[in-house]
């Protein structure tokens, strides 16, 4: 991602005070999108602090450093920054057999994290088999982990659960099964997700009748929803329905008077990819005419940064706020022998969300980096 200006910073002082340059500048991108960026600035001669006139000091615009992999080895990753300060990480292990916990002060160090098993799968009957896409969630003051599981009979007889943890710190609290959320018709269900919106909660999820749609309810409990779930969206279009017919792996993002919903669709191969639906936030959300799809996918395999099959995100911020962040899955090859799901390496990975001047998100591609295109910072320092 090139950048195409970067805004001048201006500084004034008096002689002799110290100078206090920006930690972030603001910058443009291709396409007019503007974000901030962390800059590296040049040191400044104390001396030139000592008298009246002005210098321009230039600096170097750094792009975000995460690790990539984040976290290897974990599907459908979910991150939630929590008020305490942490960064909290779950996602799907390749054995799909328990749910694990991870807490770090910073988004880079959920890679080396301690990872702390909370709950693990029974050896009979419901929640024995398939344990998938656990989400963490605060609600009313308590810990709340929404995953998929099949029965150890049968692994794809897969239903909604939800795990509750009263106590402050969630990788050491107990945890209580408050059972399988009930829908009115049962069949294949997974990716609950879970968000408030003007004081009500809703759920959104994916379920199979025939083929796997987004649905969307009103809570009552956080572990139950009130009324008829309301279709939101269909696999129609070429790129959902590789192989399968799927919409799936829902996540809310609230910007700018707009509700997005991310969600992943086809196989779950190097064909997997994202879309979008948008709803403006006074609109009925259980109208399925409030939400507008995007007709071409949002984000897709990247083969120059050998990422493949994208997608199952959540979404989060960066250390300061001053970024929004999209974590997601992706493998690093594209060839795979057998169920793209028995193979273990879709890995957690994370960047930064940007947004367009229209006020709607701007995915990338799968692993891009910032291009300064040798452009430098500037900033005008004026001693008075």
Known sequence: MKITDVKETIVSLAVGKPLSLPRLVEVELEGGMVERFPVNWEPVDPSRLEKPGSFIVEGTVEGDDYPNP????RADPYVLKHTDGYYYFTGSVPEYDRL???????IAGLSTAEEIVI??????GEMGNHIWAPELHRIDGKWYIYFAAGTAENKWAIRPYVLECEEADPLTGTWVEKGKIDLPVESFSL???TFDH??????AWAQIFEESCLY??????PWSISGEPVKLSSPEYDWEIQMHRVNEGPAVLKRNGRLFMAYSASATDDRYCM???TADDTSDLLDPASWT???DPVFVSNEAASEYGPGHNSFTISEDGSADLLVYHARSYKEIIGDPLNDPNRHARVQRLLWKPDGTPFFGTPGWRLDSAGRKAKAKVTIE
């Open 70 to 73: 984040l976290v290897p080895n």
């Open 100 to 106: 694990v916990l991870r807490r770090s002060r910073t």
């Open 119 to 124: 709950w693990t799968k029974y050896e009979e």
């Open 191 to 193: 990716d609950m997700t």
């Open 198 to 203: 003007k004081g009500q909660r809703y759920l």
């Open 216 to 221: 969307i309810a009103l809570m009552d409990k």
């Open 275 to 277: 879309g979008m639906l």
């Open 293 to 295: 799809k995007s007709k």
